[in-house]
């Protein structure tokens, strides 16, 4: 996305935000691109018997972030690392669902790579990633924010120093120390 549509999407959701509900008319086929690009880098690794779409994660993170009553968006990078918490709970609920028509089975171990999606044999993986990130947020909510951003919503270390409004240094360094805890913490369980 270059500068001017960055600058167009931050405008839009501030309008948004403030109650011109018309400006998500002109907001949407700007970020459903972004939003297509984000889906499309993460399920694009998915095995080739998955039962998610694309489009149907888009969609879903789409009624999640209009839903939204709390808008409140300051900026295009907030609302993506928005959109990609919403991808998380979407992918986890669904890897969720897959692991229960399972009725259980072997586990398989984790490893943290940004090629990880959910699938029919990765929904246990997705779960505990899940869970272990959840462990990470109540220690340290912002390493577990820039993992979210990077692995579920595919987000550069750029994008998600600006939506932290921290240096790219430090979510290098978040990045680097949340890879290794949650491996540490996804290999005990």
């Known amino acids: 996305m ?4 960055s600058h167009l999407v931050t405008r839009l959701l501030v309008q948004w935000s403030g109650g011109d509900d018309s400006a998500l008319d ?4 700007v970020i459903y691109d972004e939003l297509r690009r984000m889906a499309k ?6 095995d080739s018997d998955r039962t998610m779409q694309t489009t149907e994660l888009i969609h ?3 009624l999640k972030l209009a839903g939204n009553q709390e808008k409140g968006w300051k900026n295009r990078a907030h609302f993506f690392g928005v959109a990609s918490s919403a991808m998380r709970h979407i992918l986890v609920d669904y890897a969720r669902s897959k692991q229960s028509q399972k009725r ?4 398989h171990k984790i490893t ?3 090629s990880l999606v959910p699938s029919n044999e990765r929904s246990d993986e997705i779960v505990a990633l899940d869970e272990a990130l959840s462990d990470l947020a109540r220690l340290d909510e912002r390493k577990a924010r820039v993992v979210e951003m990077k692995f579920f919503g595919g987000l550069n270390f750029e994008e998600i120093a600006e939506v932290l409004r921290v240096s790219v240094i430090t ?3 978040d990045w680097s120390f949340a890879k290794n ?6 290999s005990r369980r």
């Open 26 to 29: 002109e907001l949407m086929p």
């Open 112 to 114: 943290l790579a940004e």
């Open 2 to 5: 270059n500068s001017g549509d």
């Open 104 to 107: 259980g089975g072997p586990l």
């Open 60 to 62: 879903e993170a789409y």
């Open 41 to 46: 880098r993460y399920m694009r690794r998915q």
């Open 181 to 186: 805890w949650l491996l540490k913490e996804i």
């Open 171 to 173: 979510v290098k360094r």
